[in-house]
T-cell receptor, first 117, second 110 residues
């Protein structure tokens, strides 16, 4: 079946502009995650959506970052007033369940490479 | 706070030379330990989930094992196509996020 898809695959923007990154999770997956991967850094968690619950925003680095998930499916990550340090690969993942007690496997999309000039 | 440390940072092997990649972790209430493979320019590809100490899983030339403090990814008779970055991550307690190590870059020479 279809995996997680993300668009665009690459985005180049100028400092100060806003950008929107899109994620389509695997059909039927109720949990959706955003991560960021910077050069020399591991993947870092940004935000998590589970069903109709309030999202876990604990990983968002600043209030310039926000995300929404419409209809329990597609998600958009928005970065306002982009800065050069926002340059990274933004990865989306989805999973079937997303809650305790068992760990559930997250499946990743191909990522969006964001470059802020 | 959950922590994951992977070693070595990079590993170069000759084709057919077996080895192991290490993942040390600290987590409160382990729910799962995950191994992923990542090729350049691509997203992480799921390999294994381990849930409790003593568990082992195998897939082709790869075998993942888990203790209470670390996990090993054993690669038997590797081939050049096994060259990639291998990522380890944990999920613990009430957190649903994954905490990742920085990865191990494996290069297998023909």
């Amino acid at each position: 079946g279809a995996g997680v898809s993300q668009s665009p695959s690459n985005k180049v923007t100028e400092k100060g502009k806003d950008v929107e990154l899109r994620c389509d999770p695997i059909s039927g997956h109720t949990a959706l995650y955003w991560y960021r991967q910077s050069l020399g850094q591991g993947l870092e968690f940004l935000i998590y959506f589970q069903g109709n619950s309030a999202p876990d925003k604990s990983g968002l680095p600043s209030d310039r970052f926000s995300a929404e998930r419409t209809g329990g499916s597609v998600s958009t990550l928005t970065i306002q007033r982009t800065q050069q340090e926002d340059s990274a690969v933004y990865l989306c993942a989805s999973s079937l369940v997303g809650g305790p007690p068992w760990g559930d496997t997250q499946y990743f999309g191909p990522g969006t490479r964001l470059t802020v000039l | 706070e959950d922590q994951v440390t992977q070693s070595p940072e990079a590993l170069r092997l000759q084709e057919g030379e077996s080895s192991s990649l290490n993942c040390s972790y600290t987590v409160s209430g382990l729910r799962g330990l995950f191994w992923y493979r990542q090729d350049p320019g691509k997203g992480p590809e799921f390999l294994f989930t381990l849930y409790s100490a003593g568990e082992e899983k195998e897939k082709e030339r790869l075998k993942a094992t888990l203790t209470k403090k670390e996990s090993f990814l054993h690669i038997t008779a590797p081939k050049p196509e096994d060259s990639a970055t291998y990522l380890c991550a944990v999920q613990g307690g009430a957190n649903s996020k994954l905490t990742f190590g920085k990865g191990i870059t494996l290069s297998v020479r023909p």
